[in-house]
C-alpha cells in the first residue's frame, strides 16, 4: 500500500512543521549558543510558509487518509490563527527565555509539535485523529509547562497538568471506546448516523456523551474542570502560559465544536443543557474568584476560564434543538470571532507581564505593577488597553467579540443569558480595571523604581504591536474578520 | 462457548471505575499514574472486545495507537516526576504545595 501524493498534499503544513520541529531538536546541539536565535526564526519562517500554504487553500474541502483528515475554511480558519499565536509566542519567548537563562532550542520544537496536534485537533474528521491531536498537543504542553526546571512552582505545575491532563484523556478515550462499540467506527460522519438513528435516550449514546464533555471539558478549562488552570498558569513560564491560554483553548473549542455538532448534532437535546449549565456556572465562578486575586497571571488564568464560559454561550446557542440553521451558525461563528479577539488581547496582556521585570523575575504579583504609568509610560498604555478589552469595553476589540455572542443569543430567543454575560461583564470589569487603577493611581515606592525595567528587545515590541493592532483595529474595523468567521462556520 | 459481549463492557467498566477512584483517593503520585494506566486499558479492553463482537479490525488499530500514546505519555510523566522528587524529596501529592492546589 502507498500513500497517495494527494492526501500528503492536503496536510503539507502539518508535515512541514514536523519536520521543523525534527530539524530544531536535531540542530539545538550543534549550533553554537551565540547563533541559536537562528533557530527560533527558522521556526517563525516555517509558521509564514505554512499560513500561505493554509491561506491559499482556505475555500477548499478536502478530506484525505479514508476520511480521518479533512481540510475546510473551519478547519483552515482555526490553523491561520494557530498559526498567528505561535508566531507571537516564539517572537515573545526569544526574549523571554533569556531573561529567565532557559534558552534551550528545543523549546520552539516543543512549540512547533504542540501547534501539529492542534493543527490536527482542528482537522479531524475521526475521533482517532483528534484523540492522537490532542495528545501531540497536551505531551509537548506537559514538558513545556516545567521548562523552567530548577524552579519548583514551574515543576509542580508540569506535574498537576501531567495527572490532570492524563486522567482527562483517559476519560475522553474511554468515552470513544463506547462510541466505537456503537457505531462500529470512529468517523465522526458515521458516529452522527448511528447516534441520530438510536436517540438520545439510549444510556450508551448518553454515557460516551457525557464522558467526551467531561474529556474537552477539562482542556478549555470549564467549570467545574478547571481545577489545573490556576496552577498552571502561574507556575508555567510566562511565554508557555499565553500559548495555553490561548492556542490550546481555541484549538479545543475547535475540536469540541466539530465533535458535538457534526457528531451530535442528531441528539441536540441531549447535549445543550449540559453545555448550558457548565457556561453558567464556567461564567459565574471564573469572574467572581478573579476578583479575589492577588497575581496577575493568577488573575488571567480565572479570566480565561470566564472567557470560555463567553464563548459556551456560542455553542449554546449553536446547539439549541430546532434553531434555524442561520442562527447555529450564528452561534459558531461568533465564537470563532471571539476566540480570534480574545487571542490578541490575551497575547498582549501576558506579554506586557513576561517583560515587566522586577529584581530580575518577572512583575507577576499585582503589586509589582504599582505606579507602572509614572516610569513606563508605554508599557501601562498598552496594558490598559488590553484589560479595558479583556473586559469588553467599547471602542476595543473585546466589545465586538462580546457583542457578536450576545447579539447570536438574542437572535436564537436566549435574551436572558445575554443579560446574564452582560452582569458578569461587567463584574470583570472591576477586577480588570483594578490593575489600571494600581498603574495609574498608585505611587511605587522608591526601592520599587530602581528594581523595576523592561525587557523590551525588537522582538518583544513586534510582538505589542501586533496584539494592540489587533485589539485596536479589529475594535474599530471588525467587518473582515466577521465575514471570514462567517464563511467559515462548519456546515449545517 | 464463547464469552458474551456483556461481560466484557462489565470487566472494562469495573478496571475503568478502579482507576478513576484511584487517581482521585491516592495521594502517591506513582499509584495516580498507575491508575491512570488502569483508565487507558479498561478502554483497550472495550476496544478489543467491540472489535471482535463486530468483526471489524478499526477498533485493534485504535489500540494500537492508544498504548504508543500511552508510553509516550509515561514517558513524560515519569520524567516529570523525577524533575518533582528532586525539588521536593517526596511524591506525595500533599506535599506539593508551592501553588494552591
Known amino acids: ?492 | 462457548m464463547t464469552v458474551p459481549m456483556s461481560y466484557y463492557l462489565v470487566l472494562s467498566g469495573l478496571v475503568f471505575l478502579i482507576g478513576l477512584v484511584g487517581v482521585l483517593t491516592r495521594r502517591n503520585i506513582i499509584i495516580i499514574l498507575l491508575s491512570i494506566e488502569l483508565m487507558l486499558n479498561a478502554t483497550n479492553i472495550n476496544f478489543v472486545a467491540f472489535s471482535a463482537y463486530l468483526g471489524n479490525v478499526a477498533g485493534q488499530v485504535f489500540v494500537f495507537f492508544a498504548l504508543t500514546v500511552a508510553a509516550a505519555e509515561v514517558a513524560v510523566g515519569l520524567a516529570i516526576i523525577i524533575a518533582l522528587y528532586r525539588h521536593q524529596s517526596s511524591i506525595n501529592v500533599d506535599d506539593f504545595r508551592l501553588l494552591r492546589w
Open chain 1, 1 to 492: 500500500m502507498t500513500l497517495p501524493l494527494a492526501d500528503l498534499l492536503t496536510i503539507l503544513p502539518e508535515l512541514l512543521i514536523v519536520g521543523a520541529a525534527c530539524l530544531l531538536l536535531v540542530l539545538d546541539p550543534v549550533m553554537p549558543p551565540a547563533k541559536k536565535s537562528l533557530l527560533a526564526w527558522m521556526s517563525l519562517g516555517t509558521l509564514v510558509l505554512c499560513f500561505f500554504i493554509s491561506a491559499s487553500s482556505m475555500n477548499d474541502r478536502v478530506f484525505a487518509f479514508s476520511d480521518l483528515v479533512v481540510v475546510d475554511p473551519y478547519a483552515s480558519f482555526w490553523k491561520l490563527l494557530l498559526y498567528l499565536v505561535s508566531a507571537l509566542t516564539i517572537l515573545l519567548s526569544m526574549t523571554y527565555l533569556k531573561e529567565e537563562r532557559i534558552d534551550l532550542a528545543e523549546y520552539y520544537g516543543f512549540i512547533l509539535l504542540s501547534l501539529v496536534g492542534m493543527m490536527v485537533m482542528v482537522s479531524a474528521a475521526d475521533l482517532l485523529t483528534i484523540y492522537l491531536g490532542i495528545e501531540l498537543m497536551s505531551i509537548s504542553l506537559y514538558i513545556m509547562v516545567g521548562f523552567k526546571r530548577f524552579e519548583g512552582k514551574s515543576i509542580e505545575a508540569s506535574a498537576k497538568y501531567f495527572i490532570l491532563g492524563a486522567f482527562s484523556s483517559g476519560i475522553l478515550l474511554y468515552g470513544i471506546s463506547l462510541l466505537y462499540g456503537i457505531g462500529g467506527s470512529t468517523r465522526l460522519s458515521e458516529i452522527s448516523a448511528v447516534v441520530t438513528s438510536r436517540g438520545g435516550d439510549d444510556p450508551l449514546v448518553l454515557i460516551a456523551l457525557m464522558l467526551v464533555i467531561v474529556g474537552f471539558g477539562f482542556k478549555v478549562a470549564a467549570v467545574p474542570f478547571h481545577m489545573w488552570t490556576p496552577d498552571v498558569y502561574h507556575g508555567a513560564p510566562t511565554s508557555v502560559t499565553a500559548f495555553m491560554a490561548v492556542a490550546s483553548k481555541a484549538a479545543s473549542f475547535g475540536a469540541l465544536l466539530r465533535v458535538l455538532l457534526e457528531g451530535f448534532g442528531g441528539v441536540k437535546p441531549n447535549w445543550n443543557g449540559i453545555i448550558f449549565a457548565m457556561c453558567l456556572v464556567t461564567l459565574g465562578f471564573g469572574n467572581l474568584v478573579a476578583i479575589v486575586q492577588t497575581n496577575i497571571k493568577r488573575m488571567l488564568a480565572y479570566s480565561s476560564i470566564a472567557h470560555a464560559g463567553y464563548a459556551l454561550i456560542g455553542l449554546v446557542v449553536a446547539g439549541q434543538a430546532g434553531a434555524e440553521s442561520a442562527v447555529a451558525s450564528q452561534g459558531v461563528s461568533s465564537i470563532m470571532l471571539y476566540l480570534a479577539i480574545y487571542s490578541f488581547m490575551t497575547v498582549g496582556a501576558f506579554a506586557i507581564v513576561a517583560i515587566v521585570r522586577r529584581s530580575g523575575v518577572e512583575g507577576e504579583e499585582l503589586e509589582d505593577f504599582t505606579g507602572l504609568a509614572k516610569r513606563h509610560k508605554g508599557a501601562a498604555f498598552l496594558m490598559m488597553v488590553f484589560m479595558v478589552s479583556l473586559a469588553g469595553i467599547p471602542p476595543t476589540a473585546g466589545f465586538i467579540g462580546k457583542f457578536y455572542l450576545f447579539m447570536a443569543a438574542v437572535n436564537a430567543g436566549l435574551t436572558w443569558l445575554a443579560v446574564i454575560g452582560l452582569i458578569f461583564a461587567a463584574v470583570s470589569a472591576f477586577y480588570y480595571l483594578r490593575v489600571v487603577m494600581v498603574m495609574y493611581m498608585r505611587e511605587p515606592s522608591a526601592s520599587q523604581e530602581s528594581e523595576t525595567r523592561l525587557a523590551l528587545t525588537p522582538a518583544t515590541a513586534i510582538v505589542l504591536a501586533c496584539a494592540i493592532a489587533g485589539v485596536v483595529f479589529l475594535g474599530l474595523y471588525p467587518a473582515p474578520l466577521v465575514s471570514v468567521t462567517q464563511s467559515a462556520v462548519l456546515p449545517f
